[in-house]
């Protein structure tokens, strides 16, 4: 028996598995791939990366839909999103089952998949699928495991914090893990969460310390990457430096200041990162409302919503 079939069996024990975890209705254009001047001859296209996010509520906040429901329309990401359904009325809200969510959600995935899991409520996408899928498959090469990383260290803890300890970046890169932002196969996602339940029964409660305690202990044996040049996703929090913006064409980008790089992901964690990047700060909107090509592209966009495909109208004010 595999690993991937010991824990999802043993974790069907207590919940039986997820069987609506259906992918959206995605197709990748090959028209817009070979116009990007970053997709290189030859590069095809998998089609089973998979963007996800956990929410245990029924409704969408406000700022949920501002940043990480619109960014998604009009990047083109085919996001999923699970967590408040009745099948998981037996589960904790909040962070307390957010490991038991995304446990369910992933054992009930294709082998074959990658899972890039996100933080629901403060993530802004500024970059498209296509080069999401890119960057992961032809310049990373399909790595088993990737992290985010920030400039913060949290929660403070001396094997996490002290860089005789943590795994060596770049003089310029950024070192400390970031929760938020996670990508990878589903095999080594299954192991992951195992170990991270485990963890969390035994009384350790901050997810970001549980995936960074993992991942110090096991990145030379389990083919963990640490993105430590911000190009997947970078943190604004502080004491990152402020970040730049450029603009081409009628589109903004924020950019790392630390790392130089326009990463596809911003994660607004913490609420001194939210008073330094707003959603309305995008290109789509004007001041706080929606311009009119904004909300033509994101009100009839689909995403899913606990396995079934829902216009992004229907579950937020645009």
């Given amino acids: 028996m595999s690993v991937r079939e010991a824990v999802c069996a043993r974790f069907n024990n207590s919940y039986p598995l997820l069987h609506n975890v259906t992918r959206p209705v995605y197709s990748l254009s090959k028209d817009l791939l070979t116009s990007l001047p970053q997709y290189k001859a030859g590069f095809e296209p998998k089609g089973n990366l998979r963007v996800v996010a956990i929410n245990s509520r029924p409704e969408f906040s406000t700022y949920m839909c501002h940043a990480t429901v619109f960014s998604a329309a009009v990047n083109n990401i085919p996001l999923e999103i699970y967590g408040a359904a009745p099948y998981y009325s037996n589960m904790m809200k909040g962070k307390d089952g957010k490991i038991d969510r995304m446990l369910s959600v992933i054992c009930a995935m294709d082998p074959e998949d990658v899972v890039l899991m996100v933080d629901a409520y403060d993530v802004i996408f500024q970059r498209t699928f296509e080069e999401m899928e890119y960057l992961y498959r032809h310049k990373w090469q399909s790595p088993n495991f990737v992290i985010s990383t920030e400039s ?5 803890s001396p094997e996490h914090c002290n860089d005789e300890f943590i795994p060596k970046s770049p003089p310029s890169g950024v070192k400390y893990i970031n929760s938020g932002v996670v990508l990878g196969k589903v095999d080594v996602w299954i192991q992951l969460l195992d170990d991270a339940l485990a963890a969390y029964r035994n009384g350790t409660k901050d997810d970001q310390f549980i995936l960074t305690d993992i991942v110090f202990k096991n990145y030379k044996t389990r083919g963990y990457f640490l993105d430590h040049d911000s190009e997947l996703s970078a943190s604004p929090h502080p004491p990152a430096p402020s970040f730049g913006k450029v603009v081409v064409g009628e589109r903004n980008y924020f950019v790392s200041a630390t790392t130089k790089t326009v990463p596809i992901i911003v994660h607004l964690n913490g ?16 001041d706080s409302k929606l311009t009119s090509k904004g909300k033509e592209l994101i009100k009839n966009y689909e995403i899913s919503v606990d396995g079934v495909n829902v216009k992004v109208g229907d579950v937020c004010v645009t």
């Fill in 152 to 156: 913060n260290c949290y929660p403070v």
């Fill in 271 to 286: 609420g001194s990162s939210r008073d330094l990047i707003k959603p309305r700060d995008m290109w789509y909107f004007n």
